[in-house]
């Protein structure tokens, strides 16, 4: 990297970038070849003042396609066991588009503070199901691949999720007999 004595050569093209733009002292520091120390002294030493950055504009949800598709998904029953990854693929995002959306929406409660913090697929598989079918929670998990889904039931409640009991009911009677029945074939 270059030194001061560089940015003598292109001082008014500097200046003029340091007094008309916002772009970042490091992308003008690659651009002419010197540190970005270099571009912070030159421009205490010059006095100049850089523009600051314009407003964002505030994020209003009722603008916002992916916070109305967010909502949209919240509202169905169990919505806070679907996957981080689930939810970009239903509204078609690529990389960290999501998380400041769920982060605003957070924010103002407007969807739980568990929404899309499921970050696995086969947790959000097996929680479906939990939910739909009559299994044993043993069963789910072995479906799933799970080696205890029960434990991963307790530490969600342990955590604050809102886990229903789940839909199957043991009867030891009911056991004994398909117990009986599979000892006379």
């Known amino acids: 990297m270059g030194t001061v004595g560089q940015l003598r050569e ?67 029953p169990h919505s806070d066991f679907i996957c981080h990854q689930t939810l970009r693929g239903q509204l078609g995002l690529q990389g960290k588009e999501l998380s400041p959306h769920l982060s605003h929406l957070r924010r103002k409660k407007l969807v739980s503070e568990k929404f899309g913090r499921l970050f696995s697929k086969r947790a959000e598989l097996a929680y479906s199901i939990y939910f739909k079918r009559k299994l044993p929670v043993r069963t789910i998990g072995r479906q799933v691949g799970f080696k205890n889904f029960r434990a991963v039931i307790h530490s969600h409640k342990a955590s604050g999720w809102d886990v229903p009991a789940p839909l199957f009911k043991y009867d030891g009677n009911e056991r004994r007999r398909r117990f009986k029945k599979r000892r006379k074939q």
């Open 10 to 76: 292109v001082e008014d093209q500097l200046i003029k970038d340091l007094k008309d733009t916002t772009v970042p002292s490091q992308q003008l520091a690659k651009k002419y070849g010197v540190t970005k120390q270099a571009i912070f002294n030159f421009t205490r030493r010059k006095g100049i003042t850089r523009p600051k950055k314009p407003e964002k504009l505030e994020h209003t949800e009722k603008k916002c396609s992916i916070c109305q598709g967010l909502l949209r998904i919240a509202r169905k």
